[in-house]
Structure formats: C-alpha cells, structure tokens
C-alpha cells in the first residue's frame, strides 16, 4: 500500500521562499510528482523526481530521498498567483498507479 | 502539446439517466487514466488503460464503465449514478508506464452533478 503524509496548510509572504515537504512509505517506488492545483481546476504538473537530489525549474525545485522517504517542493519569490494546492504523488513500481497525498493549501499573503 | 481535452466540463444528470464523458489526447501516450476528485480532496484513481486495454480497476462500481475506442481516446460511461458520486473526474494520461521520467497530464476535468 501507499501512505503519503504532507501538510495540510501552510502560509507565506509575497516575495519569501517556502518548502513543502512530503513523506511517503510505499510498497513500491517508480517516481514522485508535484503538481500544483489551483481552486476549481486540474492539476498542473511541476515536477518529477526519480533519483536522488535536487530538480530545479526557475522557481521551483524538488528534492528526493528515497533511503528517507522524502522530498520537498521549494518556491522561490512567492507570487499571489502561487497560492494554490500543491500535491505529491507516488508512482508504483509498475507505472500504472499515481496515488496522491491529501495535498498542501498555501496561502501567499502581501 | 501537452494537452489533455475533457469534455463536457460540466455535466448535471439525475440519477435516471445514461451519459459519457470523453477524454482525446494526441500525445502519442498509450496510457490513459480516470480520476475522481471530490471537493478538498486529492485525485483517486478509479481505471488505468494500458494499450487500450484495461490494467487497473480500482474496484469501482459497475455503474462506471469505461470505454477505450482506441489510443486517442478514453470514455467513461455513466448509469444510475447516485448524488455520492457528484465530483471533478480527472482524465489522465502518460507514455508507456513503466519508461522511467515519464510524466502523466491531466485534462481540465468534468465537473460532475447527480441530482
């Protein structure tokens, strides 16, 4: 089975830096994905890890740690248009299966 | 392109009735996937196809019937829904599943109410 643990809620400022971390014990491990969902719509894919180590794309990046079970999301220069749910997600080990966390509200506040 | 097109985007059927929701990508994926999202909560995923066939059920009820007519397209057909079931259903889809970096799209969604 999959058990994805993330925060519930997190808040921040326009302009600071924020991590969202997630962990996650899993039968079986084929990637992790963040994506970031946005009130009344799908979610948007923001990235993918497989390996260990940091993925950067501008102002977002992510971590894994597959030993620990771990990986954060890290936004830079917070936007308002930032403020969203941000989902992590684990892959199985035959690719099929993408089994979300509960997910993380961030509020951006001026 | 990396687009996913659900259609409808909103849909109101009573508990009678018999309606598809339909989801196309051009994408070359040969996965496709059904998710049900319901209001707070994370995606669940409900059907997985791999090559047109189904992989994956997520034991879900038989009033759901998936439908993949070929690798473009993925329909899921719905009969005497119940008002539990109202919610944001998710089409996804992916390369080969088991091709390592492989991301998996999802489409807009079809806002979903039974009455």
């Known amino acids: 089975g999959q058990n994805i643990d993330q925060p519930t809620e997190m808040t921040a400022t326009e302009g600071a830096i924020v991590q969202i971390n997630c962990t996650y014990q899993?039968?079986?491990?084929?990637?992790l994905f963040w994506y970031q969902q946005h009130a009344g719509e799908a979610p948007t894919f923001l990235s993918y890890n497989v390996l260990d180590g940091l993925e950067e794309k501008g102002r977002f990046s992510s971590f894994l740690s597959r030993s620990k079970g771990y990986s954060y999301l890290l936004l830079k220069e917070l936007q308002m248009k930032d403020s969203a749910s941000y989902l992590c997600a684990v892959r199985d080990n035959a690719g099929n299966m993408l089994t979300f966390g509960g997910g993380t509200r961030l509020m951006v506040k001026p | 392109d990396t687009e996913v097109t659900q259609t409808p985007k909103h849909l109101v059927m009573g508990m009678t009735n018999k309606k598809s929701l339909k989801c196309e990508q051009h994408?070359?994926?040969?996965?496709m996937y059904w998710y049900k999202q319901k209001a707070k909560k994370p995606p669940e995923l409900m059907f997985v196809y791999s090559y047109e066939k189904l992989s994956i059920n997520e034991s879900v009820p038989s009033r759901f019937s998936p439908e993949c007519p070929n690798s473009s397209l993925l329909n899921l057909h719905l009969h005497a829904l119940q008002p539990e079931d109202s919610a944001l259903y998710l089409c996804?889809?992916?390369?080969?599943?088991?091709?390592?970096?492989?991301?998996?799209?999802f489409g807009e969604g079809s806002w979903l109410t039974v009455v």
């Open positions: 996804a889809s992916s390369q080969v599943p088991k091709v390592s970096g492989n991301t998996i799209y």
């Open positions: 994408m070359g994926h040969r996965a």
């Open positions: 899993t039968s079986g491990f084929n990637g």
